[in-house]
């Protein structure tokens, strides 16, 4: 049975920090890309980061590039998202996916983490 358990999350004021993490079991997820996405209060989930099964490549949406940081841990099975000078506009539900390549559906969901970032 595949798990994908988020954690980090929590309530920052503006300018502030948090990392994600995201823990995979279940199955070995190394060759896999990883990737985050959000959903805010009556909005559609977004993706926000990816990384690819190496971790030589990574994808970012526009409005967090400079701000928001993907790594990985591929011995852990485990996916970061370091997220630095947080605004208002990023609070939001987080969750982790994978997915077979940047390209592929990501089929395996975790249960989300809540970030609230306070203006």
């Known amino acids: 049975q595949v798990q994908m358990v988020e954690s980090g999350g929590g309530l920052v004021q503006a300018g502030g920090s948090l990392r994600l993490s995201c823990a995979a079991s279940g199955r070995t997820f190394s060759s896999y890309t990883m990737g985050w996405f959000r959903q805010a209060p009556g909005k559609e989930r977004e993706f926000v980061a990816a990384i690819n099964w190496n971790g030589d490549s990574t994808r970012y949406t526009d409005s967090v590039k400079g701000r928001f940081t993907i790594s990985r841990d591929r011995a852990k099975n485990t996916v970061y998202l370091q997220m630095n000078s947080l605004k208002a506009e990023d609070t939001a539900v987080y969750y982790c996916?994978?997915?077979?390549?940047?390209?592929?559906?990501?089929?395996?969901w975790g249960q989300g983490t809540q970030v609230t970032v306070s203006s």
């Open positions: 996916a994978a997915a077979r390549t940047f390209y592929s559906v990501y089929n395996d």
